[in-house]
């Protein structure tokens, strides 16, 4: 049987982020994706100016009542962008209707240092919430800082700050953290991920280029929670879907694209459904 994750994320029609890359991520690694709309977007918040925004607010406990009614069960439900403090207290009762399925919190807020346009300060708040009860969460160091009440580090961090940062955020709840685009003191640039229940921390180093693609983050998180469910080790996992995002951000940096229109995942998805060797991992 094919593994059912619900994915409760946006889907903006342009710009390659969110639900438009996670369906089609996760189905080339062999699983289902149910989509569970947080809002629909014109296109993401990141270089299109005023975007067309639809609330789904109320659809999702809905769409819930009617996956009990039915008897839909799911693996594993996985959250990201959400719209508004009430969808936090949504994705929570989600988790709680189905015992046993992996809870993945993306905890989207933010990039650079800096909160999305339609983050408010409450909905980040809140967004500590649902990071309590996930087995699994997936920040980026901008949210990472934010989850923690911290400013954004503008310096490299050592590895035992890097250490501290997992550890912290773990303490929240979480027994797997995996932050990404942790600059290290050693000036290497890598995603960071530590498992309470084995003691153990990990890092997986990159090369970056000097240009940032939105979406990137829904992509790891997307081939990571993917590699989870089919029998992963965290490292693996984490070497997978960095390797991948590598991929994809060289690809479309070749070609020049505007950065506002994400990567090139197109060109880049049959990747996924060949057996990779991901074994480039090391200790942190
Ligand atoms: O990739 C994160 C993301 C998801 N959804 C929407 C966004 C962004 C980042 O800009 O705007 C709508």
């Not at 090369?207 to 790891?220: A, C, H, L, N, V």
Request: with cysteine; proline share 5%.
């Amino acid at each position: 049987m094919l593994k059912r994750v619900a994915a409760i994320h946006d889907l903006s029609g342009v710009g390659r982020c969110s639900l438009s890359v996670i369906l089609p991520t996760l189905s080339v690694m062999g699983i289902q994706v149910c989509p569970v709309p947080t809002a629909l977007l014109s296109a993401h918040t990141n270089g299109f100016g005023d975007v067309v925004l639809k609330d789904m607010t109320d659809y999702i406990p809905e769409a819930l009542s009617h996956y009990l009614r039915a008897d839909v069960g799911f693996d594993c439900v996985y959250s990201g962008f959400l719209a508004s403090e009430e969808q936090v207290s949504h994705c929570l009762e989600f988790m709680d209707s189905f015992k046993g399925a992996m809870r993945v919190v993306d905890p989207v807020m933010g990039d650079g240092g800096r909160r999305y346009k339609t983050y408010s300060e409450a909905l980040c708040k809140r967004m500590g919430d649902l990071v309590a009860a996930a087995d699994i969460i997936t920040p980026n160091l901008t949210e990472a800082s934010i989850l923690l009440g911290e400013s954004y580090p503008q310096s490299p961090r050592t590895v035992s700050e890097a250490k501290s940062f997992l550890v912290r955020l773990s303490q929240k709840g979480p027994g797997t953290v995996v932050i990404t685009g942790v600059v290290m003191a050693s000036g290497e640039v890598a995603n960071i991920g530590y498992d309470r229940e084995h003691s153990a921390f990990w890092r997986v180093p990159y090369e970056t280029i000097p240009k940032s693609y939105p979406g990137t983050g829904d992509i790891f998180a997307s081939v990571l929670t993917g590699g989870l469910i089919l029998g992963d080790s965290l490292p693996i996992a984490m070497t997978r879907a960095t390797v991948f995002c590598e991929t994809a951000i060289k690809t479309t940096f070749g070609y020049g694209t505007p950065p506002r229109e994400g990567v090139m995942l197109e060109k880049c998805l049959g990747i996924l459904a060949e057996k990779g060797s991901y074994l480039d991992y090391k200790t942190l």
